[in-house]
């Protein structure tokens, strides 16, 4: 698993070598935020998860500067962030604003947005802006939930596989000693 992660990372050269990158070479090649341990890899998972339901095409921006902020593997949080896909950030917004509404203990169901009336334009932006004001408080409560609960989770998930792999491997090497010995 960590050999495979390996050949897909950028090494401290490329990093040197590249210009955009090189006023930026002596946070950027600090080695925890390359080095490929349980603890650097499930902080990357964790910073991954919580970054990618940052709205917007800010999500591995805001996942670098968390891995940069917490000394945890750098590519392996921009990565995680990808999970977030046109597929699959309407239906997780969608939840974010559901657990927003049970947070703040919003009563009232989903609020549908005001359907597009060409005709009536200016009407129908004032409608809009309405209906995003009214969202936004469940929708921004949720997310940062949401991203909290998935980083969370992530981290232990990570933690534990990780710790599951290295028992299996272990008891591998002791079986395979006990049979050649």
């Not at 040197?16 to 890899?41: D, K």
């Not at 509404?101 to 009232?108: E, F, S, V």
């Not at 998930?157 to 395979?176: D, K």
Request: aromatic share 10%.
């Amino acid at each position: 698993m960590r050999r495979t992660l390996k050949k897909y990372l950028p090494d401290h050269e490329a990093i040197r070598n590249n210009r955009w990158l090189r006023p930026f070479e002596s946070s950027l090649l600090h080695p925890r935020l390359w080095h490929l341990n349980r603890h650097s890899a499930a902080g990357g998972v964790a910073v991954g998860l919580f970054c990618g339901l940052i709205p917007g095409p800010f999500q591995m921006l805001g996942a670098a500067i968390c891995a940069l902020v917490l000394r945890v593997n750098l590519p392996l949080a921009m990565l995680v962030t990808l999970y977030t896909n046109p597929f699959t950030i309407v239906p997780l917004y969608l939840l974010a604003y559901q657990i927003g509404r049970l947070a703040i203990g919003a009563d009232d169901g989903f609020i549908a947005p005001p359907a597009f009336d060409a005709a009536a334009f200016v009407n129908w932006t004032n409608a809009m802006q309405a209906w995003m004001l009214s969202v936004a408080k469940p929708l921004g409560i949720g997310l940062v939930l949401l991203a909290s609960g998935l980083a969370a989770l992530g981290y232990v998930a990570t933690r534990t596989a990780w710790r599951t792999y290295l028992i299996v491997a272990w008891r591998r090497r002791q079986e395979h000693r006990r049979r050649s010995g």
